[in-house]
């Protein structure tokens, strides 16, 4: 089973960087929240249950800087950002697809 | 798009400690890795590039407990050992496909 995985296996491949990004512990969850649409920042952090202000800020700042999510601030008052997947979010959030089913399906099996 | 998430953006759910092992940065390359068929400890070491002795035995190890890896040893002099993904194992693999397709087809263009 081949599964075109060449370059992550080689330490200095940027395929590892994007991976890092991709899989780290709250990555994973706030593809997987946006991927259900635009949301807001208190949204964000209501969906993603546990994730500190912190980790929420850097992990879209790392997201925003590979392409992956779109930031639009609103000039009014009270300000308005919101955080949507650009196309290249969707397809990473897509890829991200198979690996949540997998995790849901067998949680009780693995961790029971 | 609904990725099947829902377990996975409650922090207690144990779809998340699944996903915790499966995305951790040397879980995410040791089963790819084991994907090409069963391997040595040597050749798991010198396949996925930068890892540590006490990483891969902690990884294996989790793996294992998991369901998702099976070491045979064999009685023999010098002592051989052999780990190989189970059927589970192949299916979290598989699962990973997309997401490395993904890491390894957009590197350039995200990290660049």
Redesign the interface.
């Known amino acids: ?11 200095n ?13 709250w990555g ?2 706030v593809l ?2 946006l ?2 649409g635009t949301l807001r920042w208190g949204e964000l952090r209501r ?4 994730i500190s202000e912190k980790m929420l800020a850097a992990t879209l700042r790392t997201f925003e800087a ?3 999510v779109h930031r639009e601030a609103y000039p009014e008052i009270p300000p308005r950002v919101e955080y949507s997947l650009t196309a ?1 979010g ?15 399906e ?7």
Chains 1, 2 share one sequence.
């Not at 491949?13 to 512990?25: A, E």
């Not at 969906?47 to 546990?50: L, N, R, Y």
């Not at 969707?90 to 849901?104: I, K, M, N, S, Y």
């Not at 067998?106 to 029971?112: P, R």
């Open positions: 089973m081949r599964l075109a995985q060449d370059g992550v296996l080689t330490s491949c940027p395929s590892r960087v994007v991976l890092d990004h991709l899989t780290s512990k994973v969850l997987s929240a991927a259900d969906e993603v249950d546990g590979d392409g992956l290249l969707r397809e990473a959030a897509e890829a991200l697809g198979p690996l949540l089913r997998f995790a849901v067998h949680a009780e099996e693995i961790v029971g």
